[in-house]
Nanobody, 123 residues
Framework: VQLQASGGGLVQAGGSLRLSCAAS????????MGWFRQAPGKEREFVAA????????YNVDSVKGRFTISRDNAKNTVYLQMISLKPEDTAVYYC?????????????????WGQGTQVTVSS
């Protein structure tokens, strides 16, 4: 199984980025997908998750109204559209896959992880 995250970069506060995570080696449409982030010196934290069919979406409060998770099962890809970025959004962003009944919001419950993509928001 491979999860390849991309789309990170350096952006000014208020800017936008779209992260992508391309999956291979698994039946993508059977997996819930999640995005997590980890800032320097901090624990990895939940950002957003989407159910296997896209019908259920969960977001951490700090990104509601700014980040949107979506998926394209035909392309085996999950996205994280980020707008109105803030310096506190700076982190390495990771995608993850899980086969639970509902998309978990806990790191330990995910089965597979991507390598991460750096997002840096300057003030």
């Amino acid at each position: 199984v491979q999860l390849q995250a991309s789309g990170g970069g350096l952006v000014q506060a208020g800017g936008s980025l779209r992260l992508s995570c391309a999956a291979s080696g698994l039946t993508f449409s059977r997996y819930n997908m999640g995005w997590f982030r980890q800032a320097p010196g901090k624990e990895r934290e939940f950002v957003a998750a989407i159910s296997w069919g896209g019908g259920s979406i969960y977001n951490v409060d700090s990104v509601k109204g700014r980040f949107t998770i979506s998926r394209d099962n035909a392309k085996n890809t999950v996205y994280l559209q980020m707008i109105s970025l803030k310096p506190e959004d700076t982190a390495v962003y990771y995608c993850a896959a899980d086969r639970s009944l509902r998309p978990p919001q806990v790191v330990a419950e995910y089965d597979y992880w991507g390598q991460g993509t750096q997002v840096t928001v300057s003030s």
